[in-house]
């Protein structure tokens, strides 16, 4: 079963049930929801930081050395990755296993003409029409 | 150590964008031009599509996944249904592709919330210069994916768009369809959880 980020099973907002339990409760209840807990994500100087809005040493002063050595390894890691490719041969992959043709729609609705939704109601009011006269 | 660790990268949305999310694009229309020739039949042109956006892809999907043969099924599957949904596109197609495959990962997060996540195919040149850097590099590796795995997808998908993509908060309101507002707190939220997942052995 799915939670939102609400920490709401899906159909507890229909029926209006009293929140499910959480998966991992542990981890999932402090990091899961929109709204700002006591103590955590209010606005700090790391952020700012971290969004490139004051420099290093700002943040450092006030954050901690410590908190800004720690976000400068992630980076680095994060820039590791930020040069990742998509492997080789992965495209040719993708190409060799495309269907012939696109498609163009999918929806049946779309696909209805004028005409076509005329013939519809018109065989449905004439089925509607005998049965309405057998069960008379 | 720069002052903005995060800038962004690149031209185009999905490349890693432009700062503002009504920028003209290049590309869009290009995009278009070849939607029209791949729906005309010229099926090869898909490929320029392809190339194009890829790369991004992929690391959105291998970011969130933290399993690069996941990712590239995702990313497999992602442009098989775009082919297949091309005379859907409405507007622009990097942001609809990536949906696609933002949709895919987040499926697949829910229907497995693994824990276990490596690069092990890591083939980047290291840029460490010693076996004891490189050692710890692949410990903070390790630990940064067991701890985004600890993430909520929504948190996860954040995170990986702002620090691993480097993407603005504006490109990123632009591709999730949401304000920057939420952005900024689904980021500021993933950072603390990370934060308060590692720095007792880093920090």
């Known amino acids: 079963m799915m939670l939102d980020d609400a920490g709401f099973e899906r159909n507890d ?13 542990s981890a999932e209840r402090l990091y899961d ?35 800004v050595e720690l976000w400068t390894r992630i980076n680095a890691e994060s820039e590791m990755l930020r040069r990742r490719v998509t492997p080789v041969g992965v495209q040719q992959r993708i190409m060799a296993s495309l269907p012939d043709t696109p498609g163009t729609t999918t929806s049946w609705w779309k696909q209805i003409t004028p005409v076509s939704a005329i013939a519809i109601t018109v065989a449905l009011l004439a089925v509607g029409a005998l049965i309405f006269q057998a069960l008379r | 150590m720069t002052a903005a660790p995060l800038q962004n990268q690149g031209s ?29 039949g010229h099926k090869d042109s898909f490929g320029v599509l392809i190339t194009r956006y890829s790369d991004p892809l992929y690391r959105h ?43 895919s990962c987040k499926d697949w997060l829910k229907n497995i919330r693994r824990t276990h996540v490596s690069y092990d195919e890591d083939d980047q040149p290291s840029t460490y210069s010693t076996p004891e850097e490189e050692m710890d590099r692949n410990e903070l590796r390790t630990d940064l994916q067991f701890a985004l795995a600890r993430l909520a997808p929504s948190l996860r998908e954040a995170f990986v768009m702002k620090h691993v993509e480097g993407r603005s ?4 309101a632009l591709l999730l369809e949401t304000t920057v507002g939420a952005l900024k707190m689904r980021v500021h939220r993933a950072r603390e959880a990370l934060q308060q997942l590692l720095e007792e052995k880093y920090a």
Do not use: C
């Not at chain 2, 185009?12 to 070849?34: K, V």
């Open chain 1, 13 to 25: 907002k229909i029926t209006g049930n009293e929140p499910a339990q959480r998966k991992d409760k």
């Open chain 1, 33 to 67: 929801r929109e709204v700002p807990l006591n103590g955590t994500s209010g606005h700090t100087l790391l952020h700012d930081w971290l969004d490139g809005e004051v420099d290093v040493m700002r943040a450092s002063e006030v954050e901690g050395k410590s908190k």
């Open chain 2, 12 to 40: 185009q949305t999905l490349g890693g964008g432009s700062s503002t999310p009504d920028a003209a694009a290049p590309g869009i229309d290009a995009d278009q031009e070849i939607i029209a020739k791949v729906l005309a």
């Open chain 2, 61 to 103: 999907a291998l970011g969130m996944t933290g399993s690069p043969d996941v990712a590239e099924d995702i990313l497999q599957a992602s442009f098989i249904k775009a082919y297949q949904h091309l005379g859907e596109v409405r507007g622009r197609f990097d942001a609809w592709v990536f949906r696609i495959v933002a949709n």
């Open chain 2, 169 to 172: 908060y504006e490109e990123m």
